[in-house]
Protein backbone atom coordinates (compact mmCIF):
# COMPACT_ATOMS: atom_id res chain seq x y z
CA UNK A 1 0.00 0.00 0.00
CA UNK A 2 1.33 3.60 -0.99
CA UNK A 3 0.43 6.85 0.98
CA UNK A 4 1.61 10.28 -0.39
CA UNK A 5 1.50 13.76 1.64
CA UNK A 6 3.30 16.82 1.74
CA UNK A 7 7.07 17.22 1.82
CA UNK A 8 8.66 18.30 4.78
CA UNK A 9 6.89 16.30 7.47
CA UNK A 10 7.24 17.61 10.91
CA UNK A 11 4.60 16.28 13.52
CA UNK A 12 1.38 14.64 12.17
CA UNK A 13 3.30 13.67 8.85
CA UNK A 14 6.07 11.57 10.94
CA UNK A 15 3.46 10.42 13.73
CA UNK A 16 0.85 9.46 10.96
CA UNK A 17 3.41 7.02 9.11
CA UNK A 18 4.44 5.33 11.80
CA UNK A 19 1.28 4.45 12.81
CA UNK A 20 0.31 3.08 9.23
CA UNK A 21 3.22 0.83 9.66
CA UNK A 22 2.86 -0.25 13.10
CA UNK A 23 -0.68 -0.70 12.76
CA UNK A 24 -2.36 -0.70 9.28
CA UNK A 25 1.12 -2.38 6.89
CA UNK A 26 4.09 -3.13 7.68
CA UNK A 27 5.39 -2.92 4.34
CA UNK A 28 3.84 0.50 3.30
CA UNK A 29 5.31 3.13 1.48
CA UNK A 30 5.32 6.82 1.69
CA UNK A 31 5.90 9.48 -0.87
CA UNK A 32 6.78 13.25 0.41
CA UNK A 33 5.81 15.60 -2.89
CA UNK A 34 5.14 19.49 -3.22
CA UNK A 35 1.51 20.23 -1.92
CA UNK A 36 0.37 20.85 -5.89
CA UNK A 37 1.72 17.54 -7.02
CA UNK A 38 -0.10 15.29 -4.68
CA UNK A 39 -3.58 14.77 -6.42
CA UNK A 40 -0.69 13.65 -9.48
CA UNK A 41 0.97 11.76 -7.31
CA UNK A 42 -2.17 9.58 -5.89
CA UNK A 43 -3.34 9.07 -9.28
CA UNK A 44 -0.06 8.02 -10.88
CA UNK A 45 1.52 5.71 -8.34
CA UNK A 46 -2.06 4.19 -6.92
CA UNK A 47 -1.11 5.93 -3.24
CA UNK A 48 -3.66 7.38 -0.53
CA UNK A 49 -3.13 10.57 -0.29
CA UNK A 50 -3.77 12.31 3.93
CA UNK A 51 -3.07 15.83 5.64
CA UNK A 52 -3.42 18.45 3.03
CA UNK A 53 -4.45 21.64 3.95
CA UNK A 54 -7.93 23.00 4.03
CA UNK A 55 -9.53 19.61 3.39
CA UNK A 56 -9.33 19.52 0.09
CA UNK A 57 -11.98 16.92 -1.81
CA UNK A 58 -9.04 15.00 -3.42
CA UNK A 59 -7.65 13.65 0.20
CA UNK A 60 -9.57 10.29 1.11
CA UNK A 61 -8.24 10.99 4.94
CA UNK A 62 -9.29 14.31 5.53
CA UNK A 63 -9.00 15.73 9.29
CA UNK A 64 -10.78 18.42 11.06
CA UNK A 65 -9.55 21.87 12.09
CA UNK A 66 -7.45 21.41 15.61
CA UNK A 67 -7.39 17.29 14.81
CA UNK A 68 -4.72 15.07 13.10
CA UNK A 69 -4.58 12.88 10.45
CA UNK A 70 -3.11 10.42 12.92
CA UNK A 71 -6.65 10.87 14.50
CA UNK A 72 -8.61 10.33 11.83
CA UNK A 73 -6.15 7.04 10.57
CA UNK A 74 -6.83 5.58 14.48
CA UNK A 75 -10.53 5.91 13.63
CA UNK A 76 -10.50 4.89 10.00
CA UNK A 77 -8.53 1.56 11.17
CA UNK A 78 -10.37 0.97 14.52
CA UNK A 79 -7.05 1.21 16.28
CA UNK A 80 -7.99 1.01 19.80
CA UNK A 81 -4.98 0.33 21.57
CA UNK A 82 -4.49 2.83 24.79
CA UNK A 83 -0.92 3.51 24.26
CA UNK A 84 -1.67 4.55 20.92
CA UNK A 85 -4.47 6.54 22.40
CA UNK A 86 -2.23 8.69 25.04
CA UNK A 87 0.84 9.45 21.74
CA UNK A 88 -2.12 10.49 19.77
CA UNK A 89 -2.79 13.39 22.74
CA UNK A 90 0.68 14.08 22.26
CA UNK A 91 0.25 14.41 18.61
CA UNK A 92 -2.55 17.00 18.75
CA UNK A 93 -0.66 18.97 21.37
CA UNK A 94 2.76 19.01 19.78
CA UNK A 95 1.15 20.01 16.00
CA UNK A 96 -0.73 23.50 18.39
CA UNK A 97 2.02 25.24 19.83
CA UNK A 98 -0.51 26.64 22.25
CA UNK A 99 -1.16 23.14 23.39
CA UNK A 100 2.06 21.97 23.71
CA UNK A 101 2.83 25.04 26.31
CA UNK A 102 0.80 23.47 28.74
CA UNK A 103 1.86 19.74 28.31
CA UNK A 104 5.64 19.02 29.16
CA UNK A 105 5.80 15.86 26.71
CA UNK A 106 3.70 17.43 23.86
CA UNK A 107 6.17 20.57 24.32
CA UNK A 108 9.53 18.28 23.99
CA UNK A 109 7.90 16.32 21.05
CA UNK A 110 7.39 19.71 19.01
CA UNK A 111 10.64 20.64 19.86
CA UNK A 112 12.42 17.16 18.96
CA UNK A 113 10.86 17.58 15.74
CA UNK A 114 11.30 21.04 14.50
CA UNK A 115 14.82 20.34 15.58
CA UNK A 116 15.01 17.15 13.28
CA UNK A 117 13.43 19.30 10.52
CA UNK A 118 16.09 21.70 10.56
CA UNK A 119 18.94 19.31 10.80
CA UNK A 120 17.80 16.47 8.58
CA UNK A 121 16.80 17.96 5.01
CA UNK A 122 15.91 14.95 3.22
CA UNK A 123 12.22 13.68 4.32
CA UNK A 124 12.70 9.64 3.21
CA UNK A 125 16.04 9.74 5.89
CA UNK A 126 13.61 12.26 8.88
CA UNK A 127 10.82 9.05 8.43
CA UNK A 128 13.24 7.12 9.38
CA UNK A 129 14.36 9.03 12.83
CA UNK A 130 10.54 9.87 12.94
CA UNK A 131 10.06 5.93 13.57
CA UNK A 132 13.00 5.80 16.32
CA UNK A 133 11.38 8.92 18.04
CA UNK A 134 7.17 7.07 17.61
CA UNK A 135 8.52 3.51 19.06
CA UNK A 136 9.95 5.63 22.18
CA UNK A 137 6.71 7.20 23.05
CA UNK A 138 4.83 4.08 22.49
CA UNK A 139 7.32 2.30 24.48
CA UNK A 140 6.39 5.09 27.33
CA UNK A 141 3.04 5.69 26.30
CA UNK A 142 2.74 1.76 27.30
CA UNK A 143 4.69 1.68 30.37
CA UNK A 144 5.39 5.02 32.08
CA UNK A 145 2.31 7.09 31.07
CA UNK A 146 -0.25 4.96 33.02
CA UNK A 147 2.25 5.38 36.48
CA UNK A 148 2.59 8.92 35.96
CA UNK A 149 -1.61 8.83 35.31
CA UNK A 150 -2.14 7.55 38.51
CA UNK A 151 0.12 9.75 40.56
CA UNK A 152 -1.90 12.54 39.11
CA UNK A 153 -4.83 11.11 40.41
CA UNK A 154 -7.44 14.37 41.36
CA UNK A 155 -7.09 15.78 44.99
CA UNK A 156 -10.56 14.15 45.95
CA UNK A 157 -9.26 10.61 45.00
CA UNK A 158 -5.76 11.44 46.61
CA UNK A 159 -7.64 12.43 50.11
CA UNK A 160 -10.63 9.74 50.01
CA UNK A 161 -7.17 7.05 49.64
CA UNK A 162 -5.67 9.00 53.07
CA UNK A 163 -9.20 9.05 54.51
CA UNK A 164 -8.90 5.48 54.16
CA UNK A 165 -5.78 4.55 54.97
CA UNK A 166 -5.89 6.70 58.04
CA UNK A 167 -9.39 4.59 59.45
CA UNK A 168 -7.97 1.36 58.56
CA UNK A 169 -4.69 2.25 61.04
CA UNK A 170 -7.27 3.32 63.54
CA UNK A 171 -8.90 0.07 63.54
CA UNK A 172 -5.56 -1.72 63.52
CA UNK A 173 -4.89 -0.07 66.78
CA UNK A 174 -8.04 -0.25 68.47
CA UNK A 175 -7.91 -4.11 68.09
CA UNK A 176 -4.80 -5.06 70.13
CA UNK A 177 -6.27 -3.23 73.39
CA UNK A 178 -9.51 -5.52 73.66
CA UNK A 179 -7.03 -8.39 73.57
CA UNK A 180 -6.74 -10.44 76.40
CA UNK A 181 -3.11 -10.86 78.04
CA UNK A 182 -2.87 -14.34 76.77
CA UNK A 183 -3.45 -13.45 73.15
CA UNK A 184 -0.97 -10.18 73.52
CA UNK A 185 1.89 -12.84 74.33
CA UNK A 186 0.84 -14.56 70.86
CA UNK A 187 1.31 -11.81 69.08
CA UNK A 188 4.73 -10.32 71.28
CA UNK A 189 3.32 -7.58 72.94
CA UNK A 190 2.29 -6.69 76.75
CA UNK A 191 -1.18 -5.54 77.79
CA UNK A 192 0.26 -2.46 78.75
CA UNK A 193 1.87 -2.00 75.10
CA UNK A 194 -1.32 -3.22 73.43
CA UNK A 195 -2.87 -1.04 75.37
CA UNK A 196 -0.94 2.52 74.88
CA UNK A 197 -1.20 1.42 71.20
CA UNK A 198 -4.65 1.79 70.81
CA UNK A 199 -4.66 5.15 72.48
CA UNK A 200 -2.30 6.67 69.79
CA UNK A 201 -4.22 9.23 67.73
CA UNK A 202 -5.05 7.65 64.39
CA UNK A 203 -3.33 10.56 62.73
CA UNK A 204 -0.15 9.98 63.97
CA UNK A 205 2.07 7.48 61.79
Known amino acids: MRWVTRQRPKVDRLASPWLIKRF ?14 MRQAAIRRGAI ?4 P ?3 PEVE ?6 GTSFDVIRAQFDISDPAVARVAALVRAAGNDNLARRNPQAGGLRAISLGLAKSVKDDNERLTCGMVIYDALYQWAQKLAPEEEAASLPLLSRAGWALSSWVSRQWDRRGPGDLSAHLCRD ?3 TCDEAQRGSETPWWRP
Open 61 to 66: LVHPPG
Open 49 to 52: PFDL
Open 54 to 56: DGR
Open 24 to 37: VDPQAEFLFVPVQE
Open 187 to 189: IGL
